[in-house]
DNA sequence: TTTACATTTCGTTCTTTTCCGAAATTTCCG
DNA sequence: CGGAAATTTCGGAAAAGAACGAAATGTAAA
């Protein structure tokens, strides 16, 4: 950690906290900013070494991001070790968190949803207003998922434009929706 | 809990475990789903007895909800107990959640990213690359959070009019975007 | 103002999560 | 194959976070 750039060094501490407040690690977040950071690939034990952490640890977490899909693994000629390397376009990085945890924890939410709204095979006059407003979610997060699952279609560069344009955009649409 | 409807159950828990997975702690994401499923607003006695949770524990949780600002205190005539109904529109509540979500945590993050930026004064070599990937953070969160102040701005049925629209409204604005 | 009820604060305990390090496993070069 | 280097697994220690409950504070009706 004393090796690195101050202004990485702050970046590192801070996106740590960051990860902590989104439900991801601290450990796992320090690693992948300093990867993010990185000009060239790291192996683990550099990893280890910057950022003070067990060789254990760094591995799982390593594990963990490549899960996410914003780290990958790279193989340098001449070093048989692992090296990592962090995505470093910043919209698709972002781009591929959200798309992961739609899948682990949006896809979930609304299977669970559907279930509860299943299982009260007999439908209870006490159910009633639970189930209105578990309707109501179900038909949020479908709206979302619809919506999100269009993005995810798009190329980057044409969702950059789409976010330059702003209100513009926003209103454009607003106006021909009705 | 054992008093619930078993489909109020199921989502309560899941709920909570969802809380959790983004940063928010089980008990306070419990204590919203129950407030959402009712029809009624309750009060903290109730909750505690419903999840089975220290009183002061729902106290706090209490409070932190509605700094969130996703639940409100109102009086019932005639009962002195503070009470706390959900927002109940689906598409608010999550907006809201966004908007607070983008004040406690984006704003200090591109914050620290200028920070970071002006910091190092003299612009040392070998602070190249970091200085570069920084800035494209910074221009990432930035573009974010013009995109979404302008959200913010549009009225819900507008938005919901958008996303319904789903792929129709972005292929429209990825066409004349260019 | 008193008093009874309601809420919050705060130090402690308990649970969960994170992290470590030794041992086991895998990988791949000779 | 044999063996050195690298990685992963796993049980337990340490740290962090959540939850408790007693005491303090606040509040509003009598």
Chains 1, 2 share one sequence.
Not at 99 to 106: G, L, M
């Amino acid at each position: 950690m004393e090796t690195l750039p101050p202004i990485a060094r702050k970046f590192i501490l801070h996106w740590g906290e960051m990860g902590v407040r989104w439900g991801i690690n601290r450990t796992m977040a320090q690693i992948h900013a300093l990867l993010f950071l990185s000009e060239e690939p790291l192996n683990a034990e550099v990893i280890c070494g910057t950022l003070d952490l067990a060789r254990s640890n760094v591995s799982v977490a390593l594990k963990d991001l490549q899960g996410w899909g914003i780290i990958k693994l790279v193989h340098l000629t001449g070093d048989r070790r692992d090296h990592f390397e962090s995505m470093k376009d910043v919209f698709e990085m972002f781009r591929a968190i959200a798309i992961e945890r739609k899948r682990r924890e949006v896809d979930p939410t609304l299977r669970l949803i559907n279930d509860c709204l299943d299982d009260s095979g007999k439908p209870k006059a006490s159910d009633a207003y639970v189930r209105e407003r578990l309707e109501s979610m179900k038909e949020f997060f479908e709206l979302a998922l619809n919506f999100t699952s269009q993005v995810e279609r798009m190329s980057t560069p044409s969702l950059v434009r789409v976010a330059k344009m702003g209100d513009k955009a926003l209103k454009l649409l607003g106006l021909m929706g009705g």
